[in-house]
């Protein structure tokens, strides 16, 4: 059998390809069953308690074997981690000690048959620094013309748009780190209606979303949804700080004359007539519902309201895990046992919502000037949001 040495670039080639929305309504054939990519790539050194991550079609461990310095070892399923697009994570047990030659290889189509895939990886020293969480979280909605896939385009039906933008999201050691969306019905933040999950590529990430009107159960599209972004890395270590957002910054709806679309919409160019009334964006406002969470041994604070509302701290202890329905991932990091202040008005305590407000500390109290500079910054912030 032919050997396949496998490159990590694969896995954002093969991820691009399966993920992307294309713009014609031609069919697309299934995928062959195989390994497409890994992370990380053949060749590197990473952490020793680190998750790796392997992408392609019908793949499985089962004809797999992996050895640490030639003696033999035991890839197991990681389930603390969220996936983020990729087909399985697993981790070596026992985890291998700093400098040891690490060496998978098998097929990957077990049972059926397909290459004979041959990695080489060097274990890096154990990474136990959780990375930093999100400082902010905003989220743009465009309630478009529907659009119905035809079941073999490779697309999916769609009625609505988010795209949510992390900021602040920062590694802490060698691992790579993945942050999630959950969706919820209100700021209760008590049960998840779907998550979402991708690796963290830079300090500020944009996501996309699309669902049908289903889940907006009879709401208003703009409040339906309150979202949540946390993040952990692949060694299982979760950032303590959370950060999450209830209004729109940008709002757009199509009329319901609107023909319907030819596929899920690219983000619209965003204007000052987008800026959601009362959202992140809007400069008679405050925070739109939006803010951050910290939690952890050493005491945290947490900040919400949509007036700018005052910062309020607490003793709060480690994090608890939420699980998403429909699809979920299953992460942890949020907090327990701290203490919430909020309130309309307040100066001096920092937004941490990843919007544009007006100049002059009461946020939207200050000169007309202030709410004039504060769309033409939404506007800049719409270019260079958008992806």
């Not at 669902?211 to 060694?235: K, S």
């Amino acid at each position: 059998m032919a050997k396949l040495y496998v490159r990590g670039a694969g896995v954002i080639a093969a991820l691009t390809c399966a993920l992307a929305v294309e713009s014609s309504a031609d069919a697309c054939a299934p995928p062959q069953p195989g390994l497409t990519g890994t992370l990380p790539d053949s060749g590197a050194t990473y952490p020793g308690n680190a998750a790796l991550f392997f992408f392609g079609y019908s793949i499985s461990l089962e004809g797999v074997t992996v050895t640490v310095d030639d003696k033999p070892a035991s890839l197991v399923r990681a389930l603390d981690v969220p996936v983020a697009g990729q087909s399985f994570a697993a981790r070596i047990e026992p985890p291998p000690s700093e400098g040891q030659a690490i060496v998978i290889e098998g097929d990957f189509c077990a049972p059926e048959s397909c290459e004979v895939t041959r990695i080489e990886l060097t274990a890096g020293a154990a990474d136990a620094a959780a990375p930093k969480g999100p400082v902010g979280l905003s989220f743009d909605l465009y309630d478009h013309a529907d659009f119905k896939s035809s079941g073999g385009d490779c697309r999916v039906d769609s009625d609505l748009a988010w795209w949510l933008t992390v900021d602040g999201v920062e590694s802490a050691g060698a691992s790579p780190v993945i942050y999630t969306i959950d969706a919820f019905r209100d700021d209760s933040f008590d049960e998840p209606l779907f998550s979402q999950s991708a690796f963290m590529g830079a300090a500020s990430s944009t996501m996309a979303i699309n669902r049908t009107a289903h889940v907006l159960d009879g709401a208003d599209a703009p409040e339906a949804l309150c979202f949540r972004a946390r993040a952990i890395d692949a060694a299982g270590n979760a950032a303590s700080e959370t950060a999450h957002a209830c209004r729109p910054c940008y709002y757009r709806e199509d009329p319901a004359t609107a023909e319907p679309a030819d596929g899920p919409p690219a983000e619209p160019e965003w204007t000052a007539a987008d800026v959601y009334p009362g959202g992140t964006c809007d400069p008679g406002t405050g925070a739109g519902g939006g803010g951050t969470t910290s939690s952890g041994a050493g005491g945290g604070t947490t900040s919400s309201g949509a007036g700018g509302g005052t910062t309020g701290s607490g003793t709060t202890s480690g994090g608890t895990t939420s699980s998403g329905a429909g699809g979920g991932t299953t992460g942890s990091g949020t907090t327990s046992g701290g203490t919430t202040s909020s309130g309309a008005g307040d100066d001096g305590a920092g937004d941490s919502d990843g919007g544009c407000h007006a100049a002059g500390g009461s946020r939207g109290n200050g000169p007309a000037g202030g709410a004039a500079l504060a769309l033409l910054a939404c506007a800049a912030l719409a270019g260079r949001r958008r992806r």
